[in-house]
């Protein structure tokens, strides 16, 4: 079996690539979908540590977290959704009715 | 065939009395006419006033359930009451604010009960995991809420920033705690604390609690982690901008202090530097940016930001002092910020909002009563004797002196001392400035006149007589344990 650590790791560049297409992208649903696949890299994290220290914590909180996220899913494409049929865009940069 | 575990029903009770109402409202809103609908906020106040009754008797006892993970202690008692407080009055605020808005009203009073849910499994949560789920069926309900007055274009930008931020934030706090279940071993609060105590603090638990800051100062509004909430309050219906600025703010801080000042207590010198960096950062930011608004809800959204650099001081300060005032700075500042955020929607009319710091010109010669609340509140902000702002800040920063932190309180009052700059602006603007805005009378609203003048009593009173309630929230803290 592979080390925790080669799962750890792995789970660590998966979050930053989230964060980064996060950041760094400007659609908002490209945006949605790395935070996504963040919340998906710690599942992965949750669930290596659940193996190494021996304990169901850790696979129960991934459950749980798979559904908190398609919750989420629905009511963000929802309000994307909204966004796009009242402006007609989803560009992150147009959305700026509001500046200081 | 699989037998259930024993539940204690009695500690789920804050819980699901408002999920039940919020059922109940969603259900009755099938068959309602327009009209009647604002009925259902009279359900939905009742709702709540059950529930915060049964915190009130249940205070000073402990029911675990859940094996632990889920304990209604008299700190979350305490917490269910600010939150039973925040929804009662915005549900007043927000009988005739739908009337001059396109928001329908089943869902919209159907999901700030929901939020409310959240709140308190949030306040009552043992484990991490509640935690979270109770953070997500709060935030969930609020990025609704924040876009549902849908014809609005603010609106609908609020919702999608708030969205956004809201789930990448949630995404740093997961990490952060599957980077404490690494390190521990365990998701039990209880456990974790055993065995920090014991262990102290790896790099990895570290990264991990670094995580979690990140996590609930993005809630909380702390800088720099605050760049959404301008905007998201701005452009949010009034009263959900109340709801968030008062509800939201207390759950995270519900959360967050249970986490690192009895979790994590144990290794209090390793988190307090940032802490104390972000408290700086806080105040000073949200002051020195709300100086030059010249909306005054984006003011309040400025303002509330700073007012999370003085909670954040409390945070520093820790043990029962901090704990304490942290509690009872969050009561006194839902009941000014309440009432601020009422006058705003008292001001304002259908298709115009009537939020500019010249809307509120004259306002004192034509509704001597609504300035007269406004100038309470706004005082009261600033923190000035005898009203509850004062007294809250004053068992703060003397928390931060006694446990050390002298320069942390100087640059708390120095902050105190700039915020008095855009507070008192408003009182001048009503008092001083001429100006043509009718509001509509508010004999015509009485609701929202109640709610008002519920604040502004609370403002004055707790201030005058704050011992009890103070005495309340040490005792509350203490039961931490």
Known sequence: MAPISYHLILSGILFTIGVMGVLLRRNTIIIFMAIELMLNAVNLSFVALARHLGSMDGQLIVLFVMAVAAAEAAVGLAIILMVFRNKETINADELKLMRW | MIKLPPVNWLSLLPAIIPAFTGILVLCWDLGMKNEERHRLAWLGILGLAITAVVSFCLLGRNEPAFNGSYTLDSYAMFFNLIFCLAGILTFLMSIQYLHTSDIHAGEYYALILFAIVGMVVMAAATDLVNIFLGLETMSIAVYVLAGIWRQRLQSNEAALKYFLLGAFASGFLLY???????????????????HVNEHGASTILLIGVAMLIVGFGFKVAAAPFHVWTPDVYEGAPTTITAFMAVGVKAAAFAAFARVFLHTLGGIHGQWEGILWVLAVLTMTVGNITALVQ????????????????????????????????????????????????????????????????????????????????????????????????????????????????????????????????????????????????????????????????????????????????????????????
């Open chain 2, 176 to 194: 952060g705690i599957a980077l404490l279940y690494g390190a521990t071993g365990s998701i039990q609060l209880g456990k974790i604390a055993m």
């Open chain 2, 294 to 481: 010249n909306n005054v809800k984006r003011m309040l959204a400025y303002s509330s930001i700073a007012h999370a650099g003085y909670l954040l001081v409390a945070m520093v300060a820790g043990k029962e002092l901090g704990g304490a005032a942290l509690m009872y700075y969050l009561v006194a500042y839902g009941l000014m910020n309440l009432g601020a955020f009422g006058v705003i929607i008292a001001v304002g009319r259908r298709g115009e909002p009537n939020e500019e710091f010249a809307d509120f010109a004259g306002l004192g010669f034509r509704y001597p009563l609504l300035a007269l609340a406004m100038t309470v509140f706004m005082l009261s902000l600033t923190g000035i004797p005898p009203l509850v702002g004062f007294v809250g800040k004053f068992y703060i920063f003397s928390a931060a002196v006694k446990a050390g932190y002298l320069w942390l309180a100087v640059i708390g009052v120095l902050n105190s001392v700039i915020s008095a700059y855009y507070y008192i602006r408003v009182i001048v603007s009503m008092y001083m400035h001429e100006g043509d805005k009718v509001p509509e009378k508010l004999s015509a609203r009485p609701a929202l006149a109640v709610a008002i003048l519920i604040a502004a009593v609370g403002t004055i009173w707790l201030g005058v007589f704050p011992s009890a309630s103070m005495a309340l929230s040490r005792l509350s803290f203490l039961a931490l344990g």
